[in-house]
Structure formats: structure tokens, C-alpha cells
């Protein structure tokens, strides 16, 4: 690597930006993508390099590259030192990001709350100047209060970040947006706003809220196609009795009656003498059922769900 090379490199990554390097492997010349123009093939495989972090081997021309990708470390950007935020952090931290907490409510951003994190308690806009979100960072809002988030996606918008997601309903988000629209945000730039924030798994508690954000997170940095939920299989009449499958656990066919057994068989009785539990023609087509109990006529006596002991 050339001094200059080198000297390009270590500027780019004070200055927090992605680039990709570029080694011939035929005599070993190398540059920086996108700092020199490149041809158009090769100038995708930097870029998608960049894209999905990954080193990768390409042959264009006869000539064979390889493009090592120079990226920002991931971060993490949380704005409001909420129950749900406790949640968030580690999970994020354990998929590599570096998460900073915001929150100017220093009762609630205490290293207590979050050991080894970096806590800002300086006012929402003030503290996203500083932190300044570049194309690796992402920024979730959770405080729920227009005073702390409103200010923060205002510098987000106005940023790189890859994703940004805010907390609240739909209702909420609506009145979000017109507080933005004033402010200046075309109707695009405020459709980058994820919200109400996170997947769609009908998530309750606040580790399951904050596992949906995550999981949101990982997909916009990835570019999956998230699709809506699955179609619900239609269930089949109750009495398509084809419909369901034979064997164990299956639905039992309607009970039938010999003809032989007798009128007295469709009234619930054995055609036998004495009321026997077979019908004449010697087969169970009519299993036996218990009498129906008497009503009881004391306050004392079990319910009339109750069969007495034997």
C-alpha cells in the first residue's frame, strides 16, 4: 500500500465515511472506491461490497480484484431512557451495534439503568448534531413525547440514517407528521420514518417490542422485502366431513342407526330386551348414554353437572 493510499484510507475513516478498497491482484496497484471513478462493473461490485460488508473476489477483463470494504462501525442512536430502551441496548449491542442513549431526563438515563453505555443528557436536537447520523447509524425514538422526539427527527430526517423509527400509533404518527410538515419535511422525506416502529408480531411486553425493533433494524441495513402477514388457510364447513383427514384426531361421522334396531333405537334405546345397549342386528350403532340425572331439589346436593360416585 502506497503512502498516499494509505494517508486517503485513515482520512476516510476519521471522517466516518464507506469506502471500498480495491487491489489488483496481477501487480498489486490499489485505490479507493468512490473517491477514484472506477468502470461501471466494477464500480457495482465496490458498492455492493460496501452494501453487505463483505470482502469479495471479482474477475472483469482478464483482470482478477479484490475489494475489501471500509465501513463505519454500526450505531445505534435511542432517544428516550425508557423501560423498552433497556430492552433495545443489549440486544443491540449483541448484533454489533454501538449504542449511545439520549435522554436530558438524567433521572432516567442513569449508568444504573444502562451499565457501560454512553448516556447524553444534553437537550434531543443538540445531542443528533453532535452525534451526527451518518449511513450506518440508526435512530429510534421512545420517549412518546413530542417535546424530546419531534426535535430528534428533525436532525434525523435531515441526516443519512439508514433507518429511523419512532414509537406511537398510527393516531400518534399522524400528528407527528404535521408537526414535521411545518417544519419544513416534504411528504417523502417523512415516508423514511418507521412508525408505529417495529415488526408486526403483535409484540406486548418490552423485551418483545424491542425484539421487533431490532428485527426491523437488521432488515432495512439488509434490504429484505418484509411482506404482510399470511393469509389465513379458509377452514372447510363444519359439515364437509371429506374435508378432514382420516386416522387418529380426526372428526367422527355422524352416528346412524340400523334399520333393524327399531324405532325405539332413534329415541336413544337398545332394541334388545330391557333396553339392551346393542341393536338387533348385534353391533354397537347406538352407544349407551347415561340417563339424564333428576333436578335437584335441595340447596345441599352437588351441581347438576356432578354424577355421583361409584
Known amino acids: 500500500m502506497t503512502p498516499d493510499v494509505l494517508a486517503a484510507l485513515q482520512a476516510a ?17 490499489q485505490c479507493l472506491w468512490p473517491d477514484k471513478a472506477l468502470p461501471g462493473a466494477l464500480a457495482e461490485t465496490a458498492q455492493a461490497a460496501l452494501r453487505d ?29 425508557v423501560h423498552i430502551a433497556q430492552a433495545l441496548v443489549p440486544m443491540a449491542q449483541t448484533t454489533g451495534f454501538a449504542v449511545t442513549v439520549v435522554d436530558p431526563r438524567r433521572a432516567w438515563a442513569t449508568a444504573d439503568r444502562f451499565p457501560g453505555i454512553t448516556l447524553v443528557h444534553e437537550w434531543t436536537d443538540d445531542a443528533m448534531v453532535v452525534l451526527a447520523p451518518d449511513s450506518r447509524t440508526a435512530v429510534v425514538t421512545l420517549t412518546h413525547d413530542p417535546k424530546l422526539d419531534d426535535p430528534a427527527l428533525d436532525v434525523a430526517l435531515k441526516s443519512d440514517a439508514f433507518y429511523i423509527g419512532a ?3 398510527r393516531r400518534t404518527h399522524a400528528k407527528r407528521v404535521a408537526r414535521l410538515a411545518e417544519l419544513g419535511h416534504a411528504e417523502a422525506a417523512m ?23 431490532l428485527a426491523e433494524v437488521v432488515a432495512a441495513r439488509r434490504g429484505a422485502a418484509l411482506g404482510g402477514p399470511a393469509p389465513l388457510r379458509p377452514r372447510p364447513p363444519r359439515h364437509d366431513l371429506r374435508a378432514y383427514p382420516a386416522g387418529r384426531g ?61
Not at 482478477?64 to 445505534?76: E, G, I, T, Y
Not at 338387533?280 to 333428576?294: F, I
Open 13 to 29: 475513516q476519521v471522517a466516518k465515511r464507506p469506502v471500498a478498497l480495491l487491489t489488483r491482484l496481477s501487480d498489486g496497484e
Open 53 to 81: 460488508d463483505a470482502a469479495q473476489n471479482v474477475t472483469l477483463d482478464g483482470e482478477a480484484w479484490f475489494v475489501h470494504p471500509h465501513n463505519p462501525p454500526l450505531r445505534m442512536i435511542v432517544v428516550g431512557a
Open 167 to 169: 414509537l406511537g400509533s
Open 191 to 213: 415516508g423514511r420514518i418507521h412508525a408505529p416502529v417495529g415488526l408486526n408480531i403483535a409484540a406486548v411486553t418490552a423485551s418483545e417490542i424491542a425484539l421487533s425493533i
Open 250 to 310: 380426526a372428526r367422527r361421522r355422524p352416528r346412524t342407526y340400523h334399520p333393524a334396531a327399531g324405532p325405539r333405537a332413534e329415541e336413544g334405546h337398545g332394541a334388545g330386551p330391557g333396553g339392551d345397549r346393542r341393536a338387533a342386528a348385534g353391533r354397537p350403532w347406538q352407544r349407551h348414554r347415561r340417563p339424564a340425572r333428576a333436578p335437584a331439589t335441595c340447596r345441599r346436593m352437588r351441581p347438576r353437572t356432578a354424577w355421583p360416585m361409584r
